[in-house]
């Protein structure tokens, strides 16, 4: 028997709607519909669209003259009581509050959505989908624009991974990187307004007065708040950056050691990222913050696959140690149908981060990639090839593409005398790395 949330299965009862449950697999995925939930400082509603297009938060809020943000998940899981957060089913009267609709559902012959769970699809006919629809506002709000990678061409001849990536059970952003983010596309937020959302997490605190204190920025005097980390020696990029990269670390469960050896590669990484920025012309446009992002949580995927296949992930850190001639996506793919390039992707654009931050997840392995935010993949790329001289990392080859050296003007033993002059001063990083991953 279809398992279906109590209150959606009594909503559609009481209205008499017309329905095929399912397993996910058993349906097709074209016409998947996704719901999330948003509030502003009035009230919450359900937005539901196509999973195939990309959701702008901000021409939604344009559209109505509301600032949404994202519930927390405290919220979500006191509204949808009966389901799974990240399974919400795209029936907002069942759960008694209002629907935004993307007007593109209309064209669609029937829908799918979750029924409140990762066990059952509902499929539904258009008619009596715009009927459980009510007086909900539709409207355009969704697009092609910045459309997931994951949806393109290489992905859609490939159902079978279609449908992995899709029923993968992401966990949802942390509350206090929601906070942050909501902070980050606020343009009117206020300095103090993000030093008491991070004053508020002790451990992050922490890490932020540890960074701000760290010989890369040559500060001489005492950071003792982070008020004065901010204004004096960070600034509001570089802190946002830090604070929703550590946060978001935060947030997948792995083991022990493998957590440990994640936390430091993603940390050095990111501090590599952040200097390979700052010496590139300025022609380039290279963001510091936006590049020790990248560099944070480039590699989040690998985390996200120990969090859903613990077992799995450790047969494979075995067999990649065996042979680390072979690329370690090939061997994810082989043993899980996915790589954490993938896995990457999915989790951030799910989390709704830029598009540098995502495309460094997919392409970050990939000297040759010149699409979307490639300045970012090949910052990353760079800085791990350089940590792969020290042994941190994954990387097959510790040469720096001289490809990518020419197309921004690097010189290459400057490049590599910057980055030894951090690593040789890396107390301040390992001591982020032991509060992150103690």
Not at 3 to 8: F, Q, S, T, V, W
Not at 93 to 117: E, H, K, M, R
Not at 156 to 175: A, F, I, S
Request: net charge negative; with cysteine; hydrophobic share 40%.
């Amino acid at each position: 028997m279809s398992k279906i949330a109590n209150r959606l299965n009594k909503y559609l009862v009481q209205q008499q709607l017309s329905y095929r449950a399912a397993k996910p697999g058993e349906l097709p995925p074209a016409n998947l519909i996704v719901a999330r939930l948003l509030c502003d400082d009035n009230d919450c509603a359900l937005v539901v669209f196509p999973a195939s297009l990309h959701f702008d938060i901000t021409v939604l809020s344009t559209l109505t003259g509301r600032n949404w943000h994202d519930a927390s998940e405290a919220r979500v899981r006191k509204l949808f009581d009966d389901c799974d957060p990240r399974n919400l089913p795209a029936m907002a009267g069942a759960y008694g509050i209002n629907a935004l609709v993307d007007d593109s559902i209309s064209s669609f012959a029937s829908v799918t959505f979750p029924a409140g769970n990762t066990e059952t699809i509902i499929e539904m006919a258009r008619a009596d989908f715009a009927q459980s629809l009510g007086k909900a506002q539709r409207l355009s709000f969704a697009s092609d624009k910045e459309a997931a990678p994951i949806l393109d061409a290489r992905v859609n001849d490939q159902p079978d991974l279609y449908l992995k990536l899709t029923r993968l059970e992401l966990p949802m952003m942390p509350e206090s990187a929601t906070r942050i983010l909501r902070f980050m596309n606020h343009p009117h937020a206020r300095i103090d307004e993000l030093v008491s959302v991070i004053e508020a997490d002790p451990a992050l605190t922490g890490q932020i007065l540890r960074y701000a204190s760290s010989p890369f920025f040559g500060f001489q005097g005492e950071i003792d708040s982070v008020h004065k980390a901010i204004t004096i020696v960070l600034g509001q990029d570089m802190v946002y950056s830090i604070a929703l990269g550590l946060s978001m670390l935060g947030k997948l469960m792995m083991p022990r050691q493998q957590r440990k050896e994640f936390t430091r590669h993603a940390v050095y990484c990111a501090a590599l990222s952040q200097e390979i920025a700052r010496s590139l012309p300025r022609k380039y446009g290279a963001k510091q913050g936006r590049a020790y992002l990248a560099g944070l949580l480039h590699n989040i995927g690998r985390a996200l696959l120990y969090h859903l296949y613990p077992t799995d992930m450790a047969g494979i850190a075995e067999e990649f140690q065996q042979h680390p001639e072979r690329p370690l996506t090939e061997i994810e793919s082989e043993a899980l149908q996915i790589n954490h390039t993938q896995a990457g992707l999915l989790l951030l654009q799910q989390w709704k981060l830029d598009s540098a931050i995502f495309n460094t997840a997919c392409y970050h392995h990939n000297e040759d990639y010149n699409g979307d935010d490639a300045l970012y993949c090949h910052i990353t790329l760079l800085a791990n090839r350089f940590l792969a001289t020290r042994d941190i990392g994954e990387e097959i080859t510790d040469v720096l593409p001289a490809s990518i050296l020419a197309r921004y003007e690097i010189d290459e033993i400057n490049l590599q005398l910057n980055l030894e002059d951090i690593l040789d001063a890396a107390e301040h990083l390992d001591g982020m790395v032991n509060m992150l991953a103690p």
